[in-house]
């Protein structure tokens, strides 16, 4: 877990340009130590608050609070007064606790993993025979794109001739 000042280092070394991390004291000066001018330091502020604001705390820096931070000590000092400790973690560490470690995939055959892989764009094709098993599995529905194709058109859309109702055909 990183201190509140290691945390205001890094903002500060990512926000303001020409500047290394061994220049970033407590006692450094933004805008006479750092280089920092008046837009450097809005937007320092703005990084402030979101690097400090957790769902159950928001850290808010208005901008008369903002004019009276002045060092790296000065900001240390603001970020603690808004209940900020040294033992919580960064916005990019909790990320990175919350987040669910992926699920592996456990292939079922080694031909239903390359059926699958292939259906994920990996390259992997399946075998001939797991193709031809997997075509007898569709359903071939009319205007699906596996429908057979019809090479006499004039009989595919010739009407079946219909027998009356009530002439029943005897046995």
């Known amino acids: 877990m990183a201190t509140i ?3 205001i ?4 070394v990512a926000q303001l340009v020409n500047i ?3 220049e970033v004291t407590p006692s450094s000066n933004f805008t006479d130590d750092l280089g920092a001018d008046s837009l450097d330091m809005v937007e320092l502020m703005m990084a402030l608050e979101e690097e400090f604001t957790t769902p159950g705390r928001k850290v808010g820096i208005p901008d008369e ?3 009276k931070i002045l060092t790296v000590q000065d900001a240390m000092d603001y970020i603690h007064d808004k209940g900020v400790t040294d033992n919580e973690l960064s916005k990019a560490e909790a990320k990175a ?3 669910p470690a992926p699920r592996p995939v456990v292939p079922v055959h080694p031909e239903a993993n390359k059926a699958v ?3 994920q764009g990996q390259g992997v094709r399946p075998s001939p025979q797991a193709r031809s098993s997997h075509n007898r599995q569709v359903s071939h ?5 596996h429908a057979p194709q019809h090479h006499n058109q004039q009989q595919r859309h010739q009407p079946q001739q219909q027998k009356p109702p009530g002439k029943q055909q005897s046995s």
């Open 5 to 7: 000042f290691e945390r």
């Open 9 to 12: 280092r890094k903002i500060t």
């Open 20 to 22: 290394n991390e061994e």
């Open 65 to 67: 609070d903002a004019e």
């Open 97 to 99: 606790v919350s987040k």
């Open 117 to 119: 892989q292939a259906r």
């Open 141 to 145: 529905h009319p205007g699906s794109q």
